[in-house]
Each structure stands twice: as structure tokens, then as C-alpha cells.
């Protein structure tokens, strides 16, 4: 049986949404929160497989519960669940250990067929994201910004190829008939690049942390 | 320690170069003076009898003593050989033929007499040049042309008595200043009167001239020290050139109040002060003044008049020479370091200074030897006005040097003024950058405040109301309310797009909206690496456009296929979307349907100055093709 964080401040949306996570993870327990502190609580008290987290939240943002679900529950899959569809927004989400994206005004057949293609390991990438991500590795591979010790993460030929293909606007699906390459096989890519950039940025924030005394065992 | 090092090497070898310079001297100009016969005591030269011999007793008589012996002397007679310990008076008695009435003024001209003469004719007193006892008036330097008058000639032998009031050659600093006669001439008044005025000329006229001239440059060169204290060779050379002047004052002067030993005991002073200001000038000049050499030089102002006096009025003369040849030798030795510096540093002002110092040094050294009795003193004293000439030519290039040095200031100062100005030119730019960037940060915030509110609000609601309205139409249009909300945010960003981006974020958008609804999308645009840029409003413009074109594709049309077409030309980008569904119903006025949005597409091109033209027709399809300026 799936286990489901909800958290969502809106009671409307939260109820459609465990509607939808129900209609995708049919015999899935939700436990729903409405703020970051409540759903700390239940991320430290309970293990989720998924979990559909809102960015905007009265007492915060729920990149840190993203986060806290990355350090604690590395299985689980988070997916912020979000009205902003800006790079600014997602890119820490992603960041934070994110496993895709889902924009929360979409009609319920896409948002349905969205959160089944994450769960089933093929998390969406937007041409601005993929900008992002590029720009992000690029400037990690510079030896000058980047500090010695710093595990040095990179992207393959392959997954660079992936993510310039989306940068200028094709689907995944085109993309993969572009490389001739399955779907399967585009998607893989995808998580892969979604993984290193959760590594690099995890390291990254954690030498950073070292480098101010924050870092605490 | 190096330059040190240098120097003194400079030095040797400077020593070396002089002794060789002054033994050449010597063979070349020492030996053809020296080898005479005794001339006759008469000698014809057209009008003119030149005397060279006379019969000279020393005495303070006032008439030839003729009861006493006298010697037989020839003229000219210089008492540093014929008498070098007794000072004056020394009668001379010269005897010459005239005729009895001559047609002419007859005069007798005498070319140095030192220090004074008083002149008797046939026993009357015809001439004084001064004052015969302390202090005696000094005419060493100046010829003597005395009237012989008519009366007192006799015809035939005519008797012509000098008494000359002199020193011995040690009371004196130099060979110049000790008593002696020179030869007498006697002839036509007019002959010698021209004789006299030349020699005059070059002896005393033209050292005045030079030393009012050289008085004047000093002066000037001195004031332009004194305002420039970081030129101190400025203020070195003028003193130097005005103590050299206060020097020649005893050339010129022949009446001074004070007795010879202390004439000449200021004037060795005097040398010292002027060697010691020219080794400053010079090596200031070269940038290479040392304290110790400067307390050296004052030493040696003070030792001068103090040996002097040490020494006693007997031994004069020779102690100011060793002076003076230390003095030449330290004179000497500094230019040579001096152009040793210059030709390191500043080639291009060596070769004047080199030739100017060589002749400086030349005629030091040749001063020297006739005061060392190895040369016949030169008449007209060359040093007299050479000296001062070099000063000139000295003077001058320090003038130039010093406008040259106004011009580079002029030059700098312009430079700097361009530099400031451009400094200004800079901060202003970058405060005008950071005020930018302070006004954009504002901005910025602002922006995202009001994007904040946008979302957790309106956003919230619309949000709601998509997710709880029964009616699909209400829902589909606050969804679309929401996203052109969210349009809106982003365009309030004001920052320019590439164009690249922009074509993928409505590649994506397109082929996905597209692709949801079932219709084959055919998007093309540039692949070529783009570097135009797209404006926030044309960006957000744009896609309003193209999402409703492509709504109305997906909603209206009934097409299978959607070709999308973007092409960027020099100033604009068009774009094409070509449905092949069946077109746009015409309403009973011709017009397209105004349900289909063609209206506000229409018009939002039109308030980006660009153009969206329609071209439907029932069964043939609509293209629509928006033309915009980049």
C-alpha cells in the first residue's frame, strides 16, 4: 500500500488533489497537511513513496520539506505541485531533490497523466528548466568557480545532447525519435540528469555549509 | 654601493685622462714660447719703436733714482722671474729717439703694468694710473696709453721713467696679479689709440658685456630655482654663474678700500665658494648629490681663507695654487662623473655638455699652466670671457631644459585634465549604472511582490475556481485567466529575451498543447545560432497571439495538421500558422468571426507597430501570419 504526503494549503485544491492521487495510486493512505511545519512533522513520523508538495505555504516554502524528504527518505518521490511555472520557482525545487513538476491549474486528464508518467520514471523537463540545468553544469565545470573539493558531478554526452535538444523546444517523445532512441531510454536520461542535479547541488550546499561552520552531523 | 663603486672607477680613469691631457697640452703649446733670443733694445714695427729693454732700480723715490746702481732689464719684465721675492716700487728708465716737433701726438703705450705705474717724461710727471701706495689701485688688466706731450719732448733721446708699484709673486693668487711691465711702445697717438681700444675691448669691455649678460641669466636661472624647488641644479647654477661674476668684479674694479692681502684672501675664498657651487650644480644635475661631498665642499670654503691666513701674506701664491689645482682637479672630476651619469640616463643632452665641459675643462687645465709658470699667460685671458661663455651656453640649456620641462608639464597637465575628465566621464557612467541597477533591483523586488500577491491571491482563486466550477466553460476560462495572469507577471519582468528561448518556450508549448489535442504539429524555425534579442512585451505579446492562434486551431478548426513558420529577417520576425481545418465562417458583413479572437490578435499586433493578417476561407483552411519588428 502507497503512502501519499499531501501538503497544500488551499482545502479545495488539496481535495482535488488527493481525489487525483487516489485516482492515480488507487489504495494509497494520503496524509494531508496544509502547512511546512505540519508536514516536517509527518515527513519525521511516517515514510512516504510519494509526495505532492505545494511551494507557496503560509509558513514557508515546501522546497524545505522537498529537502528534508531527500535527506530523510531518499525512496520517496517528491513532486511539487505548484502555480508557478517559472524557472525561479521549480529550479531550487528541483534542486532540493524534486522529481518532476506538475502545474496545478492543468485539466484533470493531463495532471492525472503527468503524475502517472512521474511515478512511472519519466518526470517532464520545460525548455527553461533545461536552460537552467545547462547553465547550472556549465558553470560547475569551470575549474576556477569551482571549489577543489567539490565532488565533481557531470553530465554525459548523451544527457547534455538530451537536455540541448529540450532547450530548444522539442518533447521528449520527438527528442527520442531525433536520437533514435526509445522513450524508455529518453526518460532515463531525464531522471539521471534530475539526480546529478539534486548530487551537485546537495554537495555543493553542503561544502558551502562547511565553509560557514553550519554543518552539523 | 654600486654607484659608489662606479664612481670612484669613474674617477681614476678620469685622473688618468687628465694627466695625459695636460703633459699633451704642455708639449704642444709650451715649447715654441719658451726659446728666444735677446732682441734688440729697440725694435721698428712701421710707425711704432717697441722698447724692450730698460734700466730698472728698485726704490720708493719719487724720481728715477739715478745716483743709486741700476740693473739692465728686458721688457717685458715679469718680476716673478726677475725679482720673485720683493714687492714694488721699481723705477724703469727707457730711452727712446723722437724728433724734436713732431707732426703728430705722439703716446706711449703700455700693455700691462702691475698693479699701477706712474710715468715720468724727460723728468716731468706726465701720467698716474692711481694710488701708488695701500691699497694700490690694480691696472694689471688694463692697458695704459699715456700722451707724450710736445713740450717736454726733446729732440733725440728722450728719457721716459716708469715707477711701478707691484707685488712679489707669493703676496698674489695668481701669475696675473704680480708686478711686472710689459714692453712700452711709443709712436702716433692714433696708431696705439687703436692698439688700445683692442686690447681694452677684448680685456675688460667684453668681460663687462659677458658679465652683465651672464649676471642677468644667472639671476633668471636663479629666480627659476628658487620657484622650482625640485630643481635644485636651477638654484645651484645661478649662484654658481652670479659668484663667478662677483669674481670677475676683481678684473674690473681697480679701486677697491681694502689692502692687496685681503683683496686676495676674498678672492680665494671667493674660488672656493665658486668650485664648490659648480661640483653642486653639476652633480645636482646629474641626480647624484651625496651629503658627504657637500659637507666636503663647505670644508673646504672654510680651509681656503684659513690656510691662507695660516700660511701669512709670504707663501700666497703657492698655497692658492695647490688650492686651485685641487679645486680644477675636483672641477674636472665632477664632470666627468657628470657626463658619466648623463650618458646613462640622458644621451641625447651628452654631446653639448661634453663638448661644452671638455672646453671648460680644457681651459681650467690651460689656466692652470700658466699659473705654474709652464705657459706664457695669453692676452687676451681666454678664461676671461670663455668662461663666462660656457656659463652662457650652460644658462641656455638650462633654460631649455626648463621650458622644455614647462612644456611636459603643459603636456601633463592637459593629459591629466583629459584623464580626469575621463575619471568623471566613468563614475558618472557608473553611477548612472548602479542607479540603473539600484532602480532595477527595486524593480526586481516590486516585481516579484507584485507576482507574489498575483499568485497567492488571484492566483489562488482562479485556481479554485478551475478546480470547483460545475461548468466546464467557467473553468476552462479561469484557467485561462490564470495563465494569461501569469503572462502578464512575466512581462512585467521588463528584461529582453533571447530569441532562441522565446522560440523554444512556444516550440514546447505548442507541439504540447497540439499534441494533447490530437492534431500533428509541423513546427519549423531557425536552427542557426540566433543573437537577436526580443523585448519582455514582445515576448509576452507574441504568445498571447500564438496561444490563441493555436486554440483556435485546437478548438474551432477541426484540423488534423498545424504547420507553425518562423522566420527572422533583418528588423522583423514573422510567423505562420496554417491550419488545414475547415477556416473561419465569414459573418453575414463579411468580416471573420470576431469569436475566434482575430480582433484582439489583430490588435496587439497592431500596439507592437507589426501585423496579423487572416486569410481563411470555408474548406481551404487559415493561415495566419503575424509580422512583427525586431
Known amino acids: 500500500m502507497n503512502k501519499i504526503l499531501l501538503l497544500e494549503d488551499l482545502p479545495e485544491i488539496r481535495s482535488w488533489l488527493k481525489a487525483l492521487a487516489l485516482q492515480v495510486f488507487p489504495n494509497a493512505q494520503v496524509s494531508e497537511a496544509a502547512r511546512v511545519h505540519d508536514a516536517l512533522a509527518l515527513v519525521s513520523a511516517e515514510r512516504f513513496e510519494v509526495a505532492l508538495i505545494d511551494l507557496g505555504l503560509p509558513d514557508g516554502s515546501g522546497v524545505d520539506v522537498v529537502a528534508a524528504l531527500r535527506e530523510n527518505q531518499p525512496e520517496a518521490q517528491s513532486v511539487v505541485v505548484t502555480i508557478h511555472d517559472d524557472d525561479d520557482h521549480l529550479f531550487p525545487a528541483l534542486q532540493a531533490g524534486a522529481f518532476g513538476y506538475l502545474l496545478k491549474e492543468q485539466p484533470r486528464e493531463h495532471f492525472v497523466e503527468q503524475l502517472q508518467r512521474i511515478s512511472q520514471g519519466e518526470p517532464p523537463l520545460s525548455p527553461s528548466i533545461a536552460r537552467r540545468v545547462i547553465a547550472y553544469f556549465a558553470a560547475q565545470n569551470k575549474p576556477q568557480e569551482r571549489p577543489q573539493a567539490l565532488p565533481h558531478v557531470s553530465l554525459t554526452d548523451r544527457e547534455n545532447e538530451v537536455l540541448l535538444w529540450v532547450a530548444k523546444g522539442f518533447t521528449l517523445p520527438e527528442i527520442g525519435v531525433q536520437l533514435n532512441l526509445s522513450r524508455h531510454t529518453i526518460a532515463d536520461y531525464v531522471k539521471q540528469i534530475y539526480r546529478k542535479l539534486n548530487v551537485s547541488s546537495r554537495a555543493e550546499a553542503a561544502l558551502e555549509a562547511q565553509r560557514l561552520g553550519l554543518f552539523r552531523r | ?630
Open chain 2, 1 to 630: 654601493m654600486r654607484s659608489r663603486l662606479r664612481s670612484d672607477y669613474a674617477f681614476s680613469r678620469l685622473a688618468v685622462l687628465l694627466r695625459g691631457l695636460l703633459v699633451f697640452a704642455l708639449m704642444a703649446l709650451c715649447l715654441p714660447c719658451r726659446a728666444q733670443a735677446d732682441p734688440p733694445p729697440v725694435l721698428f714695427e712701421g710707425e711704432l719703436r717697441i722698447l724692450t729693454s730698460a734700466l730698472a732700480v728698485p726704490g720708493p723715490e719719487l724720481e728715477y733714482p739715478a745716483d743709486r746702481p741700476a740693473t739692465k732689464v728686458r721688457l717685458p719684465d715679469d718680476w716673478w722671474v726677475s725679482r720673485p721675492k720683493a714687492d714694488g716700487p721699481v723705477w724703469y728708465r727707457l730711452t727712446f729717439d723722437a724728433p724734436a716737433q713732431p707732426d703728430r701726438l705722439l703716446a706711449a703705450y703700455i700693455e700691462r703694468v702691475c698693479s699701477n705705474a706712474e710715468i715720468h717724461l724727460n723728468g716731468r710727471i706726465i701720467y698716474s694710473g692711481g694710488r701708488m701706495t695701500e691699497p694700490v689701485t690694480r691696472n694689471c688688466h688694463y692697458p695704459q696709453l699715456v700722451s707724450l706731450p710736445a713740450g717736454l719732448l726733446h729732440d733725440g733721446e728722450n728719457v721716459l721713467d716708469i715707477k711701478v708699484m707691484g707685488y712679489a709673486l707669493q703676496k698674489v693668487s695668481t701669475r696675473q696679479r704680480s708686478g711686472g711691465l710689459s714692453v712700452v711702445k711709443v709712436g702716433p697717438q692714433a696708431v696705439l689709440e687703436a692698439e688700445y681700444a683692442s686690447d681694452r675691448f677684448w680685456s675688460l669691455t667684453m668681460v663687462e658685456v659677458i658679465t652683465v649678460a651672464t649676471t642677468m641669466l644667472g639671476l633668471l636661472v636663479l629666480c627659476l630655482g628658487w620657484l622650482n624647488p625640485r630643481e635644485p641644479h636651477l638654484l645651484w647654477f645661478g649662484l654658481m654663474t652670479l659668484m663667478w661674476n662677483v669674481m670677475s668684479v676683481r678684473i674690473l674694479a681697480r679701486d677697491l678700500p681694502l689692502d692687496n692681502g685681503t683683496v686676495e684672501l676674498l678672492l680665494g675664498a671667493g674660488w672656493a665658494a665658486v668650485t664648490a657651487l659648480s661640483v653642486q650644480f653639476l652633480l645636482s644635475h646629474a641626480n647624484l648629490r651625496s651629503r658627504t661631498i657637500e659637507i666636503c665642499l663647505m670644508l673646504q670654503c672654510a680651509l681656503v681663507p684659513m690656510t691662507l691666513v695660516l700660511a701669512g701674506p709670504h707663501r700666497l701664491f703657492v698655497v692658492m695654487s695647490a688650492w686651485q689645482l685641487l679645486m680644477v682637479c675636483e672641477v674636472i672630476a665632477t664632470m666627468g662623473l657628470y657626463l658619466f651619469a648623463v650618458w646613462h640616463h640622458r644621451k641625447e643632452e651628452f654631446w653639448l655638455m661634453a663638448v661644452t665641459l671638455f672646453g671648460l675643462g680644457a681651459l681650467l687645465v690651460l689656466e692652470r699652466a700658466v699659473q705654474h709658470d709652464l705657459l706664457d699667460p695669453l692676452r687676451p685671458n681666454l678664461a676671461h670671457f670663455a668662461m663666462p661663455a660656457v656659463f652662457l651656453v650652460l644658462g641656455t640649456r638650462q633654460l631649455r631644459s626648463f621650458s622644455r620641462a614647462l612644456q611636459d608639464a603643459e603636456a601633463a597637465r592637459n593629459s591629466l585634465e583629459s584623464r580626469v575628465a575621463e575619471a568623471t566621464a566613468e563614475m558618472e557612467r557608473n553611477y548612472a549604472q548602479m542607479a540603473e541597477l539600484r532602480v532595477e533591483q527595486v524593480t526586481e523586488k516590486e516585481r516579484k511582490r507584485i507576482a507574489g500577491d498575483l499568485h497567492d491571491d488571484l492566483g489562488a482563486k482562479l485556481l479554485t475556481i478551475v478546480h470547483t466550477s460545475e461548468s466546464e466553460r467557467i473553468s476552462s476560462l479561469a484557467r485561462e485567466a490564470l495563465e494569461e495572469m501569469r503572462l502578464s507577471v512575466k512581462g512585467l519582468t521588463g528584461k529582453p529575451l533571447p530569441v532562441a528561448d522565446a522560440l523554444a518556450d512556444w516550440r514546447a508549448e505548442t507541439v504540447l498543447r497540439l499534441g494533447q489535442a490530437g492534431v500533428e504539429a509541423d513546427w519549423r524555425s531557425p536552427t542557426e545560432d540566433l543573437t537577436q534579442q526580443l523585448s519582455a512585451r514582445a515576448f509576452v505579446q507574441t504568445t498571447r497571439i500564438l496561444r490563441e492562434a493555436i486554440s483556435n486551431v485546437i478548438k474551432h478548426s477541426g484540423a488534423s495538421h498545424c504547420k507553425v513558420r518562423c522566420t527572422l529577417g533583418e528588423s522583423d520576425f514573422v510567423l505562420v500558422v496554417q491550419d488545414n481545418g475547415k477556416g473561419i465562417p465569414m459573418e453575414l458583413d463579411g468580416k471573420l468571426d470576431r469569436g475566434h479572437g482575430m480582433a484582439s490578435m489583430k490588435h496587439r499586433a497592431k500596439q507592437m507597430q507589426g501585423q496579423c493578417l487572416v486569410e481563411s476561407g470555408p474548406g481551404y483552411g487559415t493561415v495566419i501570419r503575424l509580422t512583427l519588428p525586431l
